[in-house]
């Protein structure tokens, strides 16, 4: 059996950032990070547009607490505040840092890092490095960690959590306090009581994970003091995503399959840009250079819905906009004629040196995925899937929490995987690199101070051995009629048919009777690939046992909030109920069915108000 101080599973942003934090803090710690992927290519590498801070580089009127209302704002008034006002806080502190570590920001004609506009954002906050922001983080903090010794396991694929009944209590405490802020929370009329015989039960202590070579097909159980899974988001749902394809809800679905609730999970982004057909994105930088969006008419449609901020509105505005222009018949067809199923996004105006110094890499990708060059010709999009505003639910240093009232022992989370909830409702923009820094710096303090006085904790190695080995012989000998890219495909359709950008209950309860007839399929698949020696066919299999219960939660809990809110679009609730749903969703998972208890938001600084824009 191995072992380790702390072991970190996903190589992105937020994975990297904790790890680097521990060492920092302690040096002598064991800290061992694992990926399914080399962490170069975890999908942070992907990320484009920028991160923001409030460094008043471009604009001197802007300050931390201007960024935490527009993030409070564009959640639609469902994040916590308190983590927002860290989130925000410490955001000029991680740009510097992230310099430090070698990131290399574009700049200003006088030095400075430059900082542009941002949907949803009141003022030019975005730092980017021009539009492969998030490969130039990943990078530098990669090679940061070799430098402090940080040991990694790429392409390993993690099967469980180890998760077992704890001793440890933790000591009764009002519930939802969230770190430092110590200010009251407003919850209004939907409080729920302190359940104090809940918070002296037994509670859940993470000890470690089980792990499967992809290379040479062997398992190894891995026993830690602290477990941190940021495995990244679950695009792989929906059929048409700008994730990659590693992208399936790993962490997700392993903490709902280990007991534990999942937060917020009805609530995906769809970026207003993916590139028509193939679903990769477009960055919000592109409009945040000045880009235009257009109908078949040639019109601005945008001054229709969001007439201040235009196409820099937020996400979910955007997106509900260009499917309405769809629905009413000003989308456009390939031959540019009226009735089709996407927009045009517009740059022409900007000019060749702006578009090839500023957006080079969208340029680059619609030049070469559906051959638009788009210095002369406008890119055709629409919404695609993209972001899970949900995750698994943590307080502000990353401890997971067993239930609304209490953590567990030895487990946190954070980045795209993690819920603190500083997105609520709808992410703006340039704020989910922030979290996976922020946030990775926070849980990577969390678990330092954590580990110093923790003993390694005591796992029964050969029960996780045999049952796991039983998982993948089981899918190897299945003998059935179903490939497993057919009942995914099935999959990934009826879930972006059912829950997509606009939902209502007849079609989601239709939806979610179709995916369980899915479910049933998934013991009828086969598989060609026999051997255990880098069987992709066989990590596709798991994956989709992953995708299936983090889609079977999405529906769910998407059916049982009755309002619209953000990214949740109900056409048969079309406003937003304060009174019954400004609570976060826990939702858990058992074979049986999905069930969902709610949780007071935190609200500390910006009473909920009406969102216009």
Not at 393 to 416: C, I, Q, S, Y
Request: charged content about 25%; hydrophobic content about 35%.
């Amino acid at each position: 059996m191995l072992e380790h101080d702390v072991i970190i599973v996903g190589g992105g942003l937020a994975g990297c950032r904790a790890a680097l934090e521990i060492k920092k803090l302690n040096p002598s710690a064991d800290v061992a990070l694992v990926a399914k992927t080399h962490p170069i290519r975890s999908h942070s590498v992907a990320a484009q547009g920028g991160i923001a801070a409030s460094l008043q580089n471009v604009d001197r009127d802007d300050d931390w607490k201007a960024h935490a209302f527009d993030t409070v704002k564009g959640s639609d008034y469902l994040a916590d505040q308190d983590a927002v006002e860290f989130l925000t806080k410490e955001a000029p502190e991680v740009i510097i840092e992230l310099e430090h570590l070698g990131v290399l920001f574009s700049r200003l004609e006088d030095g400075k890092i430059a900082q542009r506009a941002f949907g949803g954002h009141s003022h030019k906050r975005t730092c980017y490095a021009a539009d492969k922001t998030g490969h130039a983080m990943l990078h530098e903090l990669v090679n940061n960690l070799r430098r402090n010794h940080v040991k990694i396991y790429e392409e390993w694929y993690v099967m469980e959590l180890i998760l077992e009944d704890s001793p440890l209590i933790n000591p009764p405490q009002p519930p939802f306090v969230r770190g430092e802020i110590e200010k009251p929370l407003v919850r209004g009329e939907i409080e729920k009581p302190f359940v104090r015989e809940e918070m002296e039960k037994p509670t859940k202590e993470a000890k470690g994970v089980v792990m499967f070579n992809i290379h040479d097909g062997h398992l190894q159980v891995v026993r830690s003091k602290a477990v941190m899974f940021a495995t990244g988001g679950y695009g792989r749902v929906f059929n048409t995503t700008s994730n990659d394809y590693a992208s399936s809800g790993d962490g997700l679905a392993m903490t709902a399959k280990a007991g534990l609730p999942l937060e917020d999970m009805e609530f995906v982004q769809f970026h207003p840009t993916g590139l028509y057909p193939v679903g990769v994105l477009i960055s919000e930088a592109v409009r945040g250079e000045g880009a235009y969006l257009r109908n078949s008419e040639g019109e601005r449609f945008m001054a229709r819905y969001a007439p201040n901020q235009m196409e820099l509105a937020p996400r979910d505005i955007t997106s509900r906009a260009i499917v309405t222009e769809i629905r009413a018949g000003r989308g456009i067809n390939a031959d540019g004629s009226a009735g089709g199923v996407y927009v045009h996004l517009d740059l022409t105006h900007m000019g060749k040196e702006k578009i090839m110094s500023r957006v080079p890499f969208c340029w680059e990708e619609a030049h070469r995925l559906v051959g638009v060059d788009a210095i002369y010709e406008p890119m055709p999009v629409r919404p695609t899937a993209h972001y899970c505003m949900g995750g698994i639910p943590v307080n502000t240093d990353g401890r997971v929490r067993m239930n609304g009232n209490k953590l567990t022992e030895g487990f946190f989370a954070g980045g795209e995987c993690a819920c603190v909830s500083v997105h609520g409702a709808n992410r703006l923009g340039s704020n989910s690199l922030l979290e996976c820094v922020v946030y990775g710096r926070r849980v990577g303090r969390s678990i330092a101070n954590y580990i110093l006085d923790r003993t390694m904790p005591e796992i029964d190695e050969e029960k996780y051995l045999q049952a796991n080995e039983k998982r993948i012989q089981d899918l190897l000998n299945q003998e059935g009629d179903t490939r497993i890219n057919s009942l995914r495909q099935n999959f990934q359709d009826a879930m972006t048919e059912h829950c997509g950008v606009f939902r209502t209950e007849e079609v989601m309860t239709e939806g979610l009777k179709q995916i369980r007839q899915l479910i049933a399929k998934y013991g009828q698949i086969f598989l060609d690939d026999k051997q255990r020696q880098w069987n992709t066919e066989l990590v596709e299999a798991l994956e989709l046992q992953n995708i299936i219960i983090v889609g079977e939660m999405i529906l769910t809990s998407a059916i049982h909030r009755q309002e619209s809110r953000g990214a949740h679009s109900r056409e048969d609730y079309p406003t937003r109920d304060d009174r019954n749903f400004l609570q976060h969703t826990l939702a858990s998972y058992s074979p049986e069915g999905v069930t969902v208890e709610y949780m007071p938001v935190v609200v500390t600084m910006f009473e909920p108000k009406e969102r216009k824009y």
